[in-house]
Structures are given as C-alpha cells and as structure tokens.
C-alpha cells in the first residue's frame, strides 16, 4: 500500500489458497496494518473473495479500493484518484493503469468496448462485443488527468460505495470485470480511466505457474484452420468441439496445476 492521507480500513480475505501466510498475516493485524482479517476454509477462487469482501463493505464508507493480491499503489494515489471524484458526482469507477514491475509497458488500465462483427468463417453473421485498449498517450499529457472508459479492471479499481447499491454484485464463480463495469454504466454512472495514477502488478507467481501449463494457443489454432476449410459458421465457444478439446482439457490442467501449487488465480 503506497504512502497516503486518507483514512484507510484494510480489509483482507484469505481462503487458504497460498502456502505458509497465515502467519504473515496475523502478525500484520498485530502491527495494526490490516484492519480486518477474513478467513476461511473454502478456497473461494478470486472471484469469490473479491464478492466476499464487497459484501463485507461498509455502504457508510464513502469509497473502496479493489486491489488484487499482488497490486502494488502508487505513493500519493489520493491526491490524484479522489478528486476525481469530487469533481464530478456522476463518476461511479475510477481506475489505475498498471505496468509489471520492471517494465514501461502498461498492460492494463482501460478499455473501449465496440460492437462488431464476427470472426469470419465462423460466426460472420453476429454481432459480438470487441475490447480494445484505451488511448494511454493521455497518460504523457500533464494536462489531462483522466479519460472516458467503458471498463477498467477489477484489480486495480476505485468504486463510490453507491455503485454497490445500484448494481448487482457479480456472480461469485466468474466477477466478470466489463461485464460489472458495463452494468455500472447502464445505471447512469460514468467510469473513467486516471491519467495521474500509475499501479503496479506483480505477476511473476502467476507466470511460474503458467510455465507448467500445457500451451493449448497451438492446438486452437488448428482448430481454426479445420473450421476454415470446412467454411463452418459456428459460434466458436458454443462448438462441442472447441469445448471438447480445448476449453475442457485447458481448464482441467489449470484446476490441477493450481491444487497442487495450493494456489488460485
């Protein structure tokens, strides 16, 4: 947590998923640096503890910062994140580009969401939801201090608490981050992207266990190309065969590789 001036309470959910921080833990709430230590015996997944904590907000709380575990904030991140909030009531989500440590490139912050067509071959006839990344040049112009966003990610995220009472939280099998954030502003609030605030995400436990997973990109990509010769327009994630040979084998090596690494991401 980065050096700030406002009054913080520090909520932290830990569900046995990571080896040996109990401990660590405790000995952080004797230090005063965690407020609220919540545990339990289930390992939840992130998208389950991230909606435990939400519920466990207080609505009397004016903001809260959704961080994952390994997001690191920016010194001063107050000065620059909550007048944003305070010049436009309207803004519901405010969120922080981050770079991995290490490196100048920002691998996240905020995202456009455009309709499109589909991928041809395959689905050319439906109109699909395409991501892409917001203009992060803003973030070299002194003058700007935030952009308009359709959606930022969940991890690195400043929420006014009265969002939470106008949306419903998401499911706790998916927190699916543009899927919330598109229901945020469907509500009337505007998310917006902070040009002043940078965070920063520590991957590296996730890119150790990702090195002993099995590289299926390979494998859909021949997918594909079995579709194209065939000039089949299915709507690849509902094909029995993409969810036979790919997304089912995929996940079960994932569900594995994180029971035996006691982790979950």
Known sequence: MGVTDVS???RVHENG??????????????????DELIQTDENLGGAGSRRLLLE?????????????DDMY???????????????DPDIGMIGAPFMIPGTNEIRDGGRIMTWGSGIPAYDADRDI???????YSALADPDVSSISVDSIPIGSALVRTD????????????FEDIAFCLDVANAGWEIVMSCETIFYHDKRTE????RNRTDWNAKLEGYRDFCEKRNLRFA??????????????NRILWVISDIKNRKWY
Do not use: C
């Not at 990571?18 to 000995?27: I, N």
């Not at 939801?129 to 203009?135: F, N, P």
């Open 8 to 10: 913080l309470t520090i």
């Open 17 to 34: 998923s990571t080896k040996d921080v109990d401990a660590q833990l405790a000995d952080l709430v004797d230090e005063g640096l965690i």
């Open 56 to 68: 466990e907000t207080d609505i009397e709380t004016d903001y809260v910062l959704i961080l994952d």
């Open 73 to 87: 904030v920016d010194d001063g991140w107050d000065h620059t994140m909550l007048p944003l909030f305070e010049s």
């Open 129 to 135: 939801l395409i991501r892409d990344q917001a203009d």
């Open 163 to 174: 969002v939470l009472s106008d949306v419903s939280l998401p499911d706790r099998q998916t």
């Open 207 to 210: 890119d150790d266990t990702n």
């Open 236 to 249: 690849l994630p509902q094909h029995i065969l993409h969810e036979g040979v790919f997304r089912v084998p």
